[in-house]
């Protein structure tokens, strides 16, 4: 439910609200940070002195209900065989579960913490309501996020949210 962002536009102004930070329920998006996460790409190099993986065009990544998609995802791998420590997400990120659906240009999800930060341009849909920032923080494990910087957001006067 998106009870913050509808209070927050109720307070601002009927259509348009205009703030530098906003608090989101993203209840829907509740995330068990613990699930495998699986990666799909045309192409995959591997650095192993690094630890890093960058797999490039057409990239999908699941991790239970979310999904995620970009032009290049670059996994860094933790010191225990198998463990991703964050994905960086460059180019047409598109982030997704059934209740909500985020783009921006950029994003970092830090698979332990279960934090993904989005930046460039961000765009945030939950239902027919809309939020667009500068930068949009997300706490996958408790469904909560921040949006910060220049915020815009319309909903639908009326409706259910």
Excluded: W
């Amino acid at each position: 439910m998106l009870k913050t962002l509808v209070l927050l536009a109720a307070l601002s102004c009927p259509s348009l609200a205009l703030a530098q930070a906003a608090q989101i329920d993203l209840g829907g998006m509740s995330q068990n940070t613990s699930a495998p996460v699986s990666v799909d790409a045309d192409r995959l190099s591997v650095d192993q002195g690094t630890g890093v993986a960058t797999f490039s065009g057409n990239v999908r990544v699941a991790q239970g209900e979310l999904r995620l998609a970009a032009d290049q995802v670059r996994v860094e791998y933790g010191e225990a065989q198998g463990e991703i420590r964050t994905l960086h997400a460059d180019g047409n990120v598109t982030l997704a579960n059934t209740d909500i659906a985020a783009e921006a240009e950029q994003a970092a999800y830090t698979i332990a913490s279960g934090v993904i930060e989005m930046t460039g341009d961000v765009l945030l849909t939950q239902g027919s309501s809309t939020i667009a920032g500068e930068k949009l923080i997300i706490d996958a494990a408790a469904g909560t996020g921040r949006m910060e910087g220049r915020v815009q957001t319309t909903f639908q006067p009326g409706q259910s949210q």
